[in-house]
């Protein structure tokens, strides 16, 4: 069968007009899809720390612990040059709003577990110039410490003093390394990760684990079945500062 | 016409002086050691990588680069190799997982004369740490 | 016996000193006998409203009916007149720092009541220019109505909104006057005087009395055993806007 | 010496002006009224009131006053008698507890030209107010 040159150029041209048509519809379709897939099933990691619970057994620190091992935290004897992800304060100084006069001392001074409240309006993450810290699609406020500059303008931004600086090389001060997780090197800020390392691998983040007195309640705040979602129904809850409008995903039980 | 002999000494000055590393090293003996690769440590429990030789020899640093940047910022861990394997997206426990740093990354790096990049600064090598651990707790 | 003129002088001048003497020793152990019985039984009025007892009977409003009948509350039509001692506003309107985007909405919606929280620092009666609202030493924030010039001042100076201006003659607007309790008059501001009147007779408060569920305990908060105290001891309590300084008397257990 | 007429008819007329408002009302029969007390009904079931009715007649505003300034400023409502009874320091509960307002108080006080002293904007008549609760809660 021989074809004209009419007809060439007409099978060419739909042929084009076809493939063309293809690409318009997957690449209409498959955002679409992802975001129907995303809005099945949205992650918001969030965290319940029950005071009660932790006021049982004041001082045991086992969540720093195990935190710091995990992370190659270094242990800084110059308070200036401090590097902490989870740390304690006592309630009076986390909660001003949330005391009386009237309180027993052993709720006011009892010690408070802190650690980054991965916002859902995070303000360290608009201010950072590099992106080098940003919020994920389940809600954890990242770090990558390959782009930080150490400007330490989301230091200055985080109200909850969640950020540190390494102002020295962290590793003559880390007791011992765990060689699955990298230490931080000077001139980079860091801040608790909510162990996305270990969320990776189907693990709770080290702290959570580490509780004798499973004060810690961690899952997707997203989830209205999930363990935190169901005691912030039954429970009295506050967050970390509220007015300000970052949206702590880490609620305290009184 | 009379200044040829000018010219073509200046010349010679020119490329002997562009050239004196190379006989300089060839005098000192180490242009010799550099035609000779050096001597890897290859995994004893491993007899194929993520990628071909070739491949890891010539375009390891982007795979890296790619590898971070899917952990990192997208949280990507999953490595599909060329041969169907799947690996983690780790230099720890991938890369170092087989590989021993000092005896075979160390070993190429300073023969290629690029040694020491600023993965370390960070990234631990578990070998040399399980040392420094097992030092630091008697 | 014949004395001579400087006898005289001498027991003139002495008779002088010993009465003078007297009274300057009448003077000091006076003031200072009254301060130690007042140290020995110091008494600040203070009320625990237990929310969580309100919310399982909301909209009873038993305590409101109770106040409006004890102190002629008129009860006006136009909203910009109204008069109110006790009333009820929204949790999530009263405690916005206290508000998780999780909590249920039995909590978030339901009506918290509200009073004059009789302050211990009360801004309303550091701006009133003729001392017509006064603190007493039993913590009560006290007005005088006949006193009051009608200037609004401490309407303005008031955080928590518990005062209330009479724009009106209130008269009409009170469906049946208690001839025991004056109404007040067009011009003058009232609130809530954590019904003095029936203290003074050894009562409590109107609204605690009327309460079907028990939500309000009233008692002095200077004595470490009173039943407010107590309760403020064993669970958790909260202030209306505390960071304003001005030391709310009245306290919610959520 | 020739103005003496114009002085004392002048110091006649200014005489004359300043008594007027008497001369108007012994013409119109009111000063006689005057001088008969008015037809006060006194409590049935109390003899003696918290003070000496001469005591009472002059000075029981002041009382009133005091009274306010104890028990508004002072919270104190306790009042000890000239013969030792006690009474509470109360306008309603106390004066209005013997005396009926409109038979007593105001008949008084219109007979004296001081009717309606504004206490009444506020403090309530039992009796006039239990009327209109029964009137207004058929």
Known sequence: MKITRKDFLRISGLSLLAAGCKRAAESVSQPASSVRAASTQPVRWGMVIDLSKCREKDGCNACIHACNAAHNIPQIANHAHEVKWIWTEPDATVFPSAQTDFAPQTVTETKVPLLCNHCANPPCTRVC????????????????????????????????GSRSFNFEDPRPSIESINPDFPTRTKGVVEKCNFCEERLARGLKPACVDACP???????????????????????FAVQREPELGTGPSVFYLV | MRDRVWIFAGLAFFVAALTCPAWYAVANGKASNKSKPPNLELPANQKECVAPAGTMRAAHMQMLIQWREDVVRHGDRRFVAFNGKVYEKSLTRTCLGCHNKEQFCDRCHAYSGVSDPYCWNCHNDPQTVAGSRTRSTP
Chains 1, 3 share one sequence.
């Open chain 1, 213 to 235: 007195q499973r004060v810690f309640t961690f899952g997707n705040l997203a989830d209205p079945e999930s363990e935190p979602r169901q005691l912030l129904r039954e429970r």
């Open chain 1, 129 to 160: 110039p590099t992106q080098a810290t940003w919020k994920r699609d389940d809600g954890i406020v990242m770090m990558d410490w390959h782009r930080c500059i150490g400007c330490r303008y989301c230091v200055a931004a985080c109200p909850y």
